[in-house]
C-alpha cells in the first residue's frame, strides 16, 4: 500500500471515530436526558449554573452537528478546532463531576 493511501485510509479512521464520538454523544443526550442532567449537575456547573436544560439542549445539537461535519469533511480547521475545545471542557466537566465534586 503507497503512503498516500495509507495516508488517506489514517485520515478516514480518525474522521470516523471521532465523528462516531460526537454523534453518539449526541443520541446519548436524546436517549437519556436525565443522565447528562445528573452530570452536569453534580460538575462545577451545577454550582454557577441554575437551569441546565438548555446547556442538555445544546449538547444534542452540537454534538450532532460537529459529528456531521466531520464526518463530510466541510470547515475542516474550523470544526476540529471547536471539536477540540468542545472535548476539553467535556473532560474538565466530567472530571469535576467524577473526581472533584466539592468544587
Known amino acids: 500500500m503507497s503512503s498516500a493511501h495509507t495516508d488517506r485510509l489514517l485520515h478516514w479512521l480518525l474522521r470516523l471515530g471521532l465523528a462516531g464520538i460526537f454523534i453518539s454523544n449526541s443520541i446519548g ?21 441554575a437551569d441546565l436544560r438548555p446547556w442538555v439542549e445544546f449538547i444534542k445539537l452540537n454534538d450532532l452537528v460537529v459529528g456531521l461535519l466531520v464526518l463530510s469533511g466541510l470547515w475542516h480547521k474550523y470544526v476540529l478546532a471547536w471539536a477540540g475545545l468542545w472535548l476539553i471542557v467535556a473532560t474538565i466537566i466530567r472530571l469535576s463531576a467524577t473526581f472533584f465534586p466539592w468544587v
Do not use: K
Open 29 to 49: 443526550a436524546w436517549y437519556d436526558t436525565s443522565s447528562y442532567m445528573d452530570l452536569l449537575r453534580t460538575s462545577f456547573m451545577g454550582r454557577v449554573i
